[in-house]
């Protein structure tokens, strides 16, 4: 199986996962803290992948995404966004929008106290 195999299967057998830089519970970068903090907070099941632990993985989700950087999170096989991106979905109420018409579970009051929080 192919890198870009591996990839496809993980994104597309699992409503939501974040490539990131660490796990979900000891992130290694702060932007992939920020992202997997939001998605934690907002209580959303999601799969994490240590890009750290393969070099092949690190690299390929960069081909695969056609985004040169992590952490990138997919929702049910598409690509989302990084933490830019993620951050202003999630103020604006896209990130809300998107897991709901997604069918993926989430606590709208966790994701309402962090509008509030940065409003």
């Given amino acids: 199986m192919t890198t870009a195999d591996q990839i496809k299967e993980t994104v597309t057998s699992n409503d939501v996962v974040l ?29 994490d ?3 750290l ?23 049910k096989g598409e690509f989302v966004g990084g933490c830019d991106i993620i951050t202003e979905m999630t ?15 989430f606590d ?3 994701a309402d106290k962090i509008r509030e929080a940065n409003g």
């Fill in 91 to 105: 103020l604006s109420g896209e990130l809300d929008t998107l897991f709901t018409d997604n069918g993926v579970t």
């Fill in 49 to 51: 992948v240590n890009v």
């Fill in 53 to 75: 632990a393969d070099e092949e993985i690190r690299q390929g989700i960069k081909d695969y995404s056609d985004w040169p950087t992590v952490p990138q999170l997919y929702v």
């Fill in 108 to 110: 709208k009051a966790a």
């Fill in 19 to 47: 490539f990131m830089k660490g796990t979900k519970s000891m992130p290694q970068c702060g932007f992939s803290s920020r992202v997997a903090g939001v998605l934690n907070f907002m209580g959303v099941e999601f799969a």
